[in-house]
């Protein structure tokens, strides 16, 4: 299964945890692979699974079955220690700027972190990590209450960056940002991962903003990849109709997305279905075997796969 | 008699934080016709919300208009109290939704209760922190709604298959997007005449969102509501804003058409933020950002609050607010370049 | 700096007076208590029994005709440094079983807290009693260290809690998965990011706590689970003076006073305490 230049792949993922009526599955049985110096977005609703996906990846919460390998080695039953040198090698860019820094340490200990050293002795190299990311090094000294909403993704990203990674997960680095400053921090991220031939796992519910920053996009539905090929194919020849329905929603710039044909109705019975597939309920195309039978990948053309029965 | 539902006129509304305080808005003109939708575009510090929550009352205790009018329909809402703000709310009147429902639903109450007590005209006990109370106040004697077969119907009319399922939940237990709707529900009842949404999407996902503004365009065209959509997304706004104004900084840079906006943007600041979304159905090449950062209206820079961020700033951008100036038709544009 | 400051200021200041004050006055007795006074605690002296408060007698004479402030000063030795001794005990328990509890949750975390519950159903007071009858009157200069002893217990799952709750608060941050993220271990993470987000809190609450066990002590001190007589103790001799109330009211009420003012030292320390170090939030004005 390992191509020879894939950083990251998963084979057969999945991941569940507990909540109150029982078990609520996250990833379901997901398999896909990372070339490197990509960048694969995944993009999916609040529920579907793709920031637990990055979290997988990065060994942060644990797999009930599946592998991950990691640069041909397979990660999957590794131990925290055995771990430790390999997460320097991957790192990940968190959502929130506001709860991802402790407020009780300064800037200067934030982005050191990574080096497991007191930060006054490698504080050279933060300041460097700091100004390849556009920030005054002198910040060092600061505290995180003291800078902006994009100042403090920028610190994320430095701290990211600091142990040179070769793959980074960005679970929606620029959600939280005004619409100014998130162009601001795209952009530095796109020259960074040329500087730097990063891989990047870019987890996002816009699709604009997928298809600006990746190659390729993943989409995950209820935890499960429905769709994946090159970004271009996904958004121009959408082929499962969640797909399409994502496309049709997102309003176009200079161009009014057709608000008024929109169905309302967008309720979701895939809860009281055992088997089949689970977009079942609201989707338009919908046969009988597609409530019995749940669809695998296929592959269409060049790369790009669907899970869905009106290609099988 | 007039086409204008509200206008606002030369408002402005400080902000007090410890000793200090600031203009969160400044000199502020605006009208919205009836039966229109105008959007309010803005990012962080440019007002834009403060500006929602004035014309209905609900400015947080530190901060008050310092000066203007807020005239609905023939009453300028700025100078009444706020005891008797109730009066214009609700029924026929003016109604918010905002960006997370859960602060406007009680938790402790059935979503049942909450919708019948607000169309029944039914004061809960605990109203005081429920829309009832905020909203609504004492409303109309007169019944919004006869009975719960309404209810049930408005539901529908927002999305939900199982409306009898969804009623007898507590807020805790719908999604954020089921909220919205219920929130969009309870204006299909109330039939404002004008509708403020700040962000309301915001925390939605995609697919939601699109419903969402297409519940709002059927209250315009169905119950001629006024909307007031706020929001810091240009492009979605533009969907379906009869105009947009855009804020910066606590003024308005600039107003025209949905279209004229996105097509022609006259403004740097306007320019920059259409240029910088991403947009998937251009091709190639990178989206150009606009250098630095929002302002802190505690530290608003001299004459054009964009003025540090701009590259075609002059001198005169430096020490003069720019004035808003009408070009060409409904397109108005507040910038030294054009004065 | 506005007056809501000052007023904080204020507690905290009075409340350190206070508490330093009878530190020094502590000390000095534990040192040489004839810089402070000429009599002797223990000195039976019945000709001078009962001789209300004058310039030869701050506080007046007791039944017995011992000076009761000297009585006084001496009892701060006990008084005084016990509850530290107490405080410190059951947090230190306290905080361990709740970052345990709190950090790494699941059955740890049910067993421990099962736990706590237990020892939260003990009243103090029927714990010290008990303790006492059981040792019965053979090893009366222990009987101290054990009332102790059972406050500390009685008092350990509240601090268990406090430091739970706060972890579990914290445990769910960003910044505690970007440590992981980092390659900390549990002990570094706790240690880097969990300890500072307790000093606070704990320094508030103790400081707190000081002025409940102060009363609870004494009150343990007044039903003779303290110090064997005749070492003075002011909680005992708030007892012993009940009988010659309401005439000679001084040697009750006295001791009693001086329980009241150290507790309140530590209150409004404690209130000074957390208004400062509460989290100024500032206020978001969402423009």
């Not at chain 1, 082929?239 to 608000?259: C, F, Q, S």
């Not at chain 2, 440019?46 to 005239?71: C, F, M, Q, Y």
């Not at chain 3, 271990?185 to 990011?193: A, D, P, S, V, W």
């Amino acid at each position: 299964m390992s191509h020879a230049t894939s950083i990251v792949e998963i084979e057969n993922l999945r991941v569940s945890y507990k909540v109150r009526e029982g078990k609520k599955i996250a990833i379901d049985n997901v398999t896909l692979s990372i070339t490197k110096g990509e960048t694969l977005a995944v993009l999916g609703e609040s529920g579907s699974g793709k920031t637990t996906l990055g979290l997988a990846i990065l060994k942060l919460v644990k797999v009930d079955e599946g592998k991950i390998y990691f640069k041909g080695n397979d990660i999957t039953n590794l131990k925290e220690k055995e771990m430790r040198e390999i997460r320097k090698l991957m790192q990940l860019v968190p959502q929130d700027p506001y709860s991802s820094m402790n407020p009780k340490l300064r800037i200067k200990d934030i982005v050191g972190e990574p080096l497991l050293a007191n930060p006054d002795h490698v504080i050279d190299k933060i300041r460097n990590s700091l100004e390849q990311v556009g920030l005054d090094p002198s910040i060092t000294e600061r505290y995180p209450y003291e800078l902006s909403g994009g100042q403090r993704q920028r610190v994320l990203i430095a701290r990211a960056l600091i142990s040179n990674p070769e793959f980074i997960v960005l679970d929606e680095p620029t959600s939280n940002l005004d619409v100014s400053i998130q162009a601001q921090i795209l952009n530095l991220l796109l020259d960074l991962q040329i500087q730097k031939n990063l891989t990047y796992l870019f987890i996002t519910h816009n699709i604009s903003v997928a298809k600006y920053m990746a190659d390729r996009i993943a989409i995950l539905y209820h935890g499960k990849l429905v769709e994946i090929g090159k970004s271009k194919n996904v958004i121009m020849k959408p082929l499962h109709p969640y797909t399409t329905k994502l496309i049709e929603a997102v309003p176009l710039n200079g161009y009014k997305a057709n608000i008024r044909e929109f169905e309302i109705s967008e309720i979701d019975d895939s809860k009281n279905q055992s088997k089949g597939c689970s977009y079942f309920s609201r989707c338009p195309f919908a046969k009988d075997i597609c409530k019995v039978k749940e669809p695998q990948l296929i592959t269409i053309d060049n790369d790009h796969m669907v899970a869905c029965h009106l290609y099988t | 008699m007039s086409n204008k539902l509200l206008s606002l006129e030369n408002l402005w509304i400080t902000y007090y934080k410890g000793n200090k305080s600031a203009y969160a808005v400044r000199g502020v003109s605006l009208e919205v016709n009836y039966n229109q939708v105008v959007g309010i575009v803005g990012e962080s510090g440019s007002g834009k919300s403060t500006l929602g929550h004035s014309i209905i009352g609900l400015l947080p205790n530190n901060a008050k208009v310092e000066k203007g009018k807020i005239i609905f329909e023939e009453t300028d809402l700025a100078k009444i109290n706020k005891s008797d703000f109730y009066r214009f709310r609700g029924k026929r009147g003016i109604f918010m939704i905002f960006q997370d429902p859960m602060t406007s639903l009680n938790p402790t109450i059935k979503v049942k209760e909450q919708l019948v007590e607000i169309i029944k005209n039914r004061p809960n006990e605990n109203s005081v922190n429920t829309l009832s109370h905020w909203f609504i106040g004492k409303v109309n004697k007169s019944e919004i709604v006869r009975d719960e077969k309404q209810l049930i119907e408005s539901l529908k009319k927002v999305g939900f298959r199982n409306p009898d399922e969804i009623l007898d939940k507590y807020p805790h237990q719908l999604s954020g997007g089921e909220r919205q709707r219920i929130m969009i529900a309870m204006a299909y009842l109330l039939k404002p005449k004008l509708l403020i949404a700040d962000e309301p999407t915001t925390a939605l996902d995609v697919i939601t969102q699109a419903q969402v503004l297409k519940m709002l365009l059927e209250l315009k065209e169905e119950y001629k509501s006024s909307i007031i959509f706020i929001s810091h997304d240009i492009t979605l706004v533009s969907q379906i804003s009869d105009k947009v104004i855009v804020m910066y900084g606590g003024i308005v840079m600039e107003e025209a058409s949905s279209e004229e906006i996105l097509k022609n943007p006259l403004n740097p600041y306007t320019k920059g933020l259409v240029a910088s979304i991403p947009n998937y159905f251009k091709g190639k090449g990178k989206i150009s950002s606009i250098p630095g950062f929002p302002p802190n209206i505690f530290e608003l820079p001299q004459g054009c609050p964009f003025n540090p961020r701009c590259n075609l700033a002059m001198s005169v951008c430096k020490s003069q607010l720019p004035k808003l100036k009408s070009i060409g038709e409904s397109h108005s544009v507040a910038c030294h370049l054009y004065s | 700096m506005n007056l809501k400051d000052i007023t904080k200021n204020m507690n905290l200041t009075v409340g350190l007076i206070i508490i330093l004050s009878f530190l020094v006055l502590t000390i000095i007795s534990t040192a040489d208590l004839h810089i402070l006074t000429p009599y002797n605690p223990n000195q039976l002296n019945f000709s001078q029994a009962n001789l209300p408060p004058s310039s030869n007698h701050v506080f007046g004479t007791d039944q017995e005709g011992r000076d009761v402030f000297t009585r006084s000063l001496t009892a701060l030795r006990i008084d005084f440094s016990i509850p530290f001794l107490i405080v410190g005990i059951s947090m230190l328990i306290g905080t361990i079983i709740g970052i345990l509890s709190g950090y790494f949750g699941g059955l740890l975390d049910e067993a421990l807290m099962r736990i706590t519950d237990i020892f939260l159903a003990f009243p103090g007071i029927l714990l010290a009693l008990a303790i006492s009858e059981i040792l019965g009157s053979t090893h009366l200069s222990l009987r101290l260290y054990l009332s102790a002893l059972a406050l500390a217990i009685v008092n350990w799952p509240i601090y268990a809690r406090l430091v739970r709750a706060q972890i579990l608060q914290v445990k769910n941050m960003q910044y505690i998965t970007l440590a992981k993220v980092a390659g900390l271990n549990n002990f570094q993470i706790i240690k880097k990011h969990i300890i500072p987000h307790l000093v606070s809190l704990l320094l508030v609450y103790t400081t707190l706590d000081m002025g409940t066990i102060i009363l609870n002590y004494s009150i343990l001190a007044f039903f003779g689970l303290g110090a064997p007589p005749p070492t003075p103790e002011l909680g005992r001799m708030v007892y012993d003076g009940l009988s010659a109330l309401p005439q000679n009211w001084w040697s009750s009420i006295f001791p009693a006073i001086i329980i009241t003012l150290m507790a309140l030292g530590y209150s409004l320390a404690g209130d000074g305490l957390r208004d400062i170090l509460d989290p100024r939030l500032g206020e978001r004005t969402n423009v």
